[in-house]
């Protein structure tokens, strides 16, 4: 699919959920445009089992996460499943595209479990920079009963080093 075709669906998917700019189209930007010693990068990936590599997927399964990661080291996310039974295990992964995920690929542990979570923590600077640097190297992944899903990580278009 290209990459027009995945982001007018991406537009045309979250406009029919309701999420508006929740799930907005990935923007090819710059991380960041200032000059601010806390520089933050917004990402977001959607998740669907036709991403899973390695293990059994949901068919039906699929979410949002959008997650906010500043140079100091500092994450925070929000995130929502849907068609998932039991969803749990819902995590950052180090891994591009076609890449199995292993529990040593494990970068941020977003939750233990739920359907609906949102959260902050604090990760090593390094792993901020490459997630600042290199969003589609990382995925988000959630385990279910039924299956797992998992998506990419991109830009999202509004990075402006705003305050959460």
């Known amino acids: 699919?290209?990459?027009?075709?995945?982001?007018?669906?991406?537009?045309?998917?979250?406009?029919?959920?309701?999420?508006?700019?929740?799930v907005a189209a990935p923007a090819m930007a710059e991380p960041w445009h200032n000059n601010n010693n806390d520089r933050s990068v917004e990402l977001a990936a959607l998740m669907t089992g036709r991403g899973v590599v390695g293990e059994q997927a949901d068919s039906?399964?699929?979410g949002a996460v959008n997650v906010?990661?500043?140079?100091?080291?500092?994450?925070?996310?929000s995130y929502w499943i849907r068609n998932v039974e039991d969803?749990?295990?819902?995590?950052?992964?180090?891994?591009?595209?076609?890449?199995?995920?292993?529990?040593?690929?494990v970068e941020v542990e977003l939750d233990d479990d739920g359907s609906i979570g949102r959260g902050c923590t604090r990760i090593s600077r390094n792993v901020?920079?490459?997630?600042?640097?290199?969003?589609?190297?990382?995925?988000?992944?959630a385990?279910?009963?039924?299956?797992?899903?998992?998506?990419?990580?991109?830009y999202n278009g509004n990075n402006n080093n705003g305050n959460w």
Not at 1 to 16: C, E, F, K, P, Y
Not at 68 to 77: D, L, P
Not at 143 to 154: C, N, P, W, Y
């Open 1 to 22: 699919m290209s990459s027009v075709r995945r982001v007018l669906l991406t537009i045309a998917l979250g406009t029919a959920i309701g999420a508006g700019p929740a």
């Open 87 to 105: 969803p749990e295990n819902i995590n950052i992964y180090i891994g591009r595209r076609g890449n199995p995920n292993s529990a040593n690929d």
């Open 128 to 141: 901020a920079r490459q997630l600042m640097w290199r969003p589609s190297s990382f995925n988000v992944q």
């Open 143 to 154: 385990d279910g009963d039924d299956g797992a899903i998992r998506g990419q990580l991109r």
């Open 60 to 62: 039906n399964g699929w």
């Open 68 to 77: 906010r990661v500043r140079s100091n080291g500092r994450i925070c996310w």
